[in-house]
Every structure is written in C-alpha cells, then in structure tokens.
C-alpha cells in the first residue's frame, strides 16, 4: 500500500510540475506577445480616417484597461482624446504618405465649442496644405457639423438631415421635493450671481442666474454662427434662417431634410457611404485586403509617427503641459479630475525639471474644493518663483475654481466661447430633522458648548454655526478676490465688481480683463515659448502625466495586449443592459452624484454648475 501511494504521489507531484510549467510558459508567451512592438505599416498613398467615438474630451477618465475593456464590451460610453486627433492631423498635414483626410462624424456625440476648436484648427490647416478633407454623415447633428462644416466635401446620406437647435441650459430644481422629504438645505455664499446653490433652494431660475445664462449662451450661438457662415463661405444670418425655418421647410419638402440641408448650402451633396468610399478609392486607391479605399486609423497613425520621433530622438528643450480637466477635488485624484495633491504634483515635477522651461496648463473645470484649488495656485506661484513662465490656456470651461487656478499665470488665454469667471464662493449643509419628524423619530441631548452638536445633520442648524459658515465663507471670497486682484493686477474692489459667482464668455473675459487673449492651445504654448525665450522649432511640447511603475506598466500593457487580442478576434463582451441605461437616464442620480464628489476639507467650494 505505502509503494502504490508513493507512486501515485509521485505520479500527481510531477503533473503538478507539468501543469505549473505550461503556466509558466503560457504567461511567459502573454507578456512578450503584449510587449512586442507592433508598429503598423502604412502604405504609401492613403486617407487619414478620424472617427471620435463619444465625447471629445481634454483629458481621458478613468483605468487604461477599464477602458479597453469598455472598447471590447461595446460600451455606449466613449471617449476620445482631443489631442490624439489634432496631434495625427498635424502630422498627416506633411505627411507625403496621407494624401487626404475622412471625417466620419456618425459615433461622434459632441464636446464644446473651444473643444472642437483645437480640431477646426487642425483641419483648416490640413486643407491649407492642399490636400482634400471629406466629410460624411448618416446625420449631422449640432456639434457634428461643427466640424463637417470645415470639409472641403460634405456628404450626407439621402435619409439624413443637418439638425442645428442652439444652446439652452435647462436645470432641475429640487426644493419642492425636498420640502416633501422634509430636508432643509442651509446655503452660505457670496456672490448676487453665484447661483450653484440654487437648484436646492429654488423652484425655477433666479433673475441673475437667467440673465448670465443668457449672456453666455448668446455669445456661443454667435460664435457657432459666425464659424459655420465663414466655413461655408454663407451670407450672414444664414444659419439663423435655416434654423428659424426649419420646421415649415421640412412640411414644405415632405420631410426630405437632406434635400433641404443641400438647397440651403450646408452640404456639398447627397451621397450613401458607398458612393463616398469610390470616390475615396479614385483619390488614394483600394486596399489590397478588402474593397475599400486605403485608410489608416488615428490610433495607428500615431504609432507609426511617434515611433518616427522616438528614432530622431533629438533633446530639445520643452514647454511642458498639465491638463486640469474635471472636477477640482482633495487628495490625489485619477485622469478626468483634477486632484489638489496630484496636480500640485505634476506642476512641481515640471518645477524640478531642468529640461522643462515653460509650463502650459490647460484648464477645462468648473471649480471644486477651495483647498485643492489652493494647493496647486500655491504650486504655480513656486514654478514662477524659479524663473519659468506659466501659461493657461482654457478649455471649454475654466470658471470657479478653474479661475482660481489660472489667475496666477503669467498669461491667460482662452477661445472667445470659453464659460469662465463664476469668482464666488458657496457652501451647503442638509438638515434632516424634519424628515424624521415625518416618521415619528425625535432627538434629543446634551452637549457640552453652545455648539455642541449644532452640525449634526439630524438637528436645525444653530444660529452660532450659521454665523461661522458664513463668516468662513466670506473669508474665502475675500482670499479668492485677493488672489485674482495680485494675478491680474487689480484692486480688491475692480475684481469684486466683475466677480459676485458671475460667468462670462471669453470674448466678454477679455474685454474686463480677466483674460489677456482670445486664441487656442497651441498660440498658448507659443506664448509659453516666447516667454522662455524659446525659438520656434527649438523646443519639443511635452505633456506631464502621473508615471506608472514597472510593475504597472508590464501589467498594462498585458492587459492591453489579451484585449486588443479579443477586439481582433471580433470577442465581444456584452455590456450590461443596466448599465447602458443608466447612462441615457436618470439624470437626477448624475446630479447627486456629482455632489456627492464635493467633500472638500474646509467644505469651501468654488464651483460653477454652468453645464450646458
């Protein structure tokens, strides 16, 4: 018995060494399979395909693989980097290889106005070289035919229709349903305009917040206007007449949008996919492995070019950049908001950096916590103390704490639609007392101050902490209206005047002087240049982001490597039916949710709700 056991253990024993070396090997396989180069190979006449999936957004949110993942699941929700695109057009402008450049607008779902700028430009340039732009769509949608507008070709489907609606900001008001449930929202702020609070302590729009709100939006349909006639070469007025008459037209043609869109000039013709991809095809031939015309994808292209670049390797200077995208929130905060530590980090590593000789930050936020807006203006305020210009350059939003931020820059620039200002400060805390009223609980006790237990939430808030909030909260309008004036070198009471939470336009900001000039990223980097000195073609632009160890990277990259592996055998995970309509409704829950971001240290928040 003891033989045959000692036989049978060892027979088990070396499986077991088998099994765990064909582990081994298999795992061994997966990491040098991930960390292969697989640069693609481009031919050498082809189209440069741009395909935004999603938002355009400034800066990616969330895990790498939680988003290749998303990619292979099909996910509704998407994202694109702007600077992905912008950086391949520039590259393909020169590039004797990309003899013409698609834009297929159908996945892409929008983004703003200074967004799309940073492409517009790009695409303008492209064209400027000679080379052809084309544009197709089953529809164009508002922000869609943005950017179609600046197609040497635009080609619409023949069931499709070129939708153009304006802007609008429409807010949900939550009082009366909160006066059902009893809660009481004890608002301190400063600022006749700051009107974040008031979807809580309103049944409808103040008086101010309406006429801000209208101020803004009017100078946006004005920019959108005014691009879109100079595109197309309209007279103008022209877009506010097709808007204006849009419905009794669509009666009059029997619903044929796309007849309509071409008789009043916003299309070059009416085209199936099909009929584009010929003409595609007599511009830069077929490709060998399918019917279509030769092409190239945006994340391909940018493979091939970067690997180009690594190769010339030339150790120029650099003009950094920090992207602040998002919600301005303590602590350390991952990519699509902006962390009080983590950033503050980025701009002190650019700080150390003897290489780095200016610094660019793109601000695209509505503010957030007071203390993490702090943190990282006390960081810009010591890059600057070592001799390096600071630049901002705004996004689509740089309002609140996004102009806290940016005031201590040497120079602001920002797209005359960009929504900034909102020099205010706000904070809030809910009281349930009466909703357990409504249920029969009381409270009741004891403490040892008069303050004692006067921020519980289950109790009124007392009259001595009311008193301290908003004391506090004056105080941090007076810092904020303190630091502005020293960036902007004004007095205390010229910046109270144009600040009171009030949100302007880019083009109204420079005209008070809270912007130095209206243009995009790339005249900010310039400027950066310019102020470091730097000659044109003598520095490198680069973005600063959080490193990841080795051990991160290898496991990236493998993750990568198993999902880009699925992608290309077409597996695709099925994304949650839930989770898919989560995305389309519930808007209230989104709105609570991004409150419930907002756990500031001091609970000061600068922050404007002036989405759109």
């Known amino acids: 018995m ?88 520039d590259a393909a402008r020169d590039d004797d290889r990309i003899q013409a450049l698609v834009l297929d607008l159908d996945r892409f779902t929008g983004a703003g106005q200074p967004t799309m700028q940073e492409l517009t430009r790009a695409i303008d340039e492209f064209r400027a070289s000679g080379k052809k732009v084309i544009a197709q769509g089953s529809v164009f949608l508002q922000a869609q035919y943005y950017l179609a507008a600046h197609a040497d070709e635009i080609y619409l489907d023949p069931l499709g229709f070129v939708l153009i609606d304006g802007f609008d900001r429409y807010v949900m008001y939550y009082k009366a349903a909160l006066d059902k449930l009893g809660i009481d929202m004890n608002v301190f702020r400063v600022g006749a305009y700051k009107s974040a609070v008031e979807p809580f302590t309103r049944t409808d729009m103040s008086p101010q917040d309406r006429e801000e709100s209208l101020a803004y939006l009017g100078a946006m349909w004005q920019g959108y206007q005014g691009e879109i006639e100079r595109a197309r070469k309209l007279e103008a007025g022209a877009v506010a007449k097709y808007v204006e008459s849009l419905a009794p037209a669509m009666t009059t043609r029997k619903g044929d949008g796309a007849q309509l869109a071409l008789a009043a000039g916003l299309v070059t013709g009416i085209r199936t996919s099909l009929e584009v991809e010929r003409e595609l095809t007599d511009l830069v031939g077929q490709d060998e492995d399918s019917s279509s015309y030769r092409q190239v994808e945006v994340g391909d292209y940018l493979r091939v070019v970067n690997a180009e670049a690594k190769l010339r390797g030339d150790g120029k200077p650099v003009v950094g950049v920090v992207v602040a995208a998002g919600e301005i929130l303590d602590g350390d905060q991952p990519a699509g908001t902006v962390g009080g530590e983590s950033t503050a980090r980025l701009i002190r590593e650019a700080r150390l950096d003897d290489d780095v000789k200016a610094l660019v930050l793109r601000i695209d936020s509505p503010g957030g916590s007071m203390f993490a807006a702090e943190q990282i203006h006390r960081e810009i305020e010591a890059l600057k103390a070592e001799g390096k210009p600071v ?122 002087g809270l912007v130095d000039h209206l243009g995009g990223f790339h005249d900010a980097v310039d400027a950066a240049a310019a102020l470091a000195k730097l000659k044109d073609g003598s520095y490198d632009i680069e973005f600063i982001e959080p490193s990841l160890s080795w051990a991160q990277e290898l496991a990236l990259q493998v993750r990568a490597g198993a999902v880009d592996g699925l992608a290309r055998l077409g597996v695709r995970l099925p994304a949650s039916p839930l989770a898919r309509l989560a995305q389309r409704l519930d808007p209230v829950a989104a709105e609570l949710e991004r409150w419930s971001r907002l756990e500031s240290a001091n609970h000061l928040y600068a922050y404007c709700f002036c989405s759109l």
Not at 34 to 45: D, E, H, Q
Not at 477 to 488: D, I, K, P
């Open 391 to 512: 630049v901002v350059s705004m996004g689509d939003l740089a309002a609140s704490g996004g102009y806290y931020i940016a005031s201590p820059a040497d120079e602001i620039w920002a797209r005359p639609t960009t929504i900034t200002g909102s020099i205010g400060i706000f904070a809030t805390i809910p009281t349930i007392n009466r909703t357990l009223d409504k249920v029969g609980i009381e409270v009741d006790g004891v403490g040892t101050t008069p303050l004692s237990g006067q921020l519980r939430l289950d109790r009124p808030l007392g009259k001595e902490a009311g008193e301290f909030l908003q004391a506090t909260v004056e105080h941090g309008y007076e810092t904020f209206l303190a630091r502005v004036a020293t960036g902007r070198g004004k007095t205390r009471d010229e910046v109270d005047a144009i600040a009171q939470g009030r949100v302007w336009a880019g083009i109204d900001a420079k005209r008070l």
């Open 2 to 89: 003891r033989a045959f056991f000692g036989a049978l253990w060892r027979g088990l024993d070396g499986l077991r060494r088998f099994l765990h070396l064909v582990l081994l090997l298999l795992i061994f396989g997966i990491i040098v399979g991930a960390l292969r180069s697989t640069i693609p190979v481009l031919p050498a006449k082809a189209a440069l395909v741009i395909r935004p999936e999603g938002q355009i957004v400034e800066q990616l949110t969330g895990d790498p693989f939680e988003r290749a993942l998303e990619k292979v699941q099909g996910s509704l929700r998407g994202e694109t980097l702007v600077w992905d695109l912008a950086d391949a057009i």
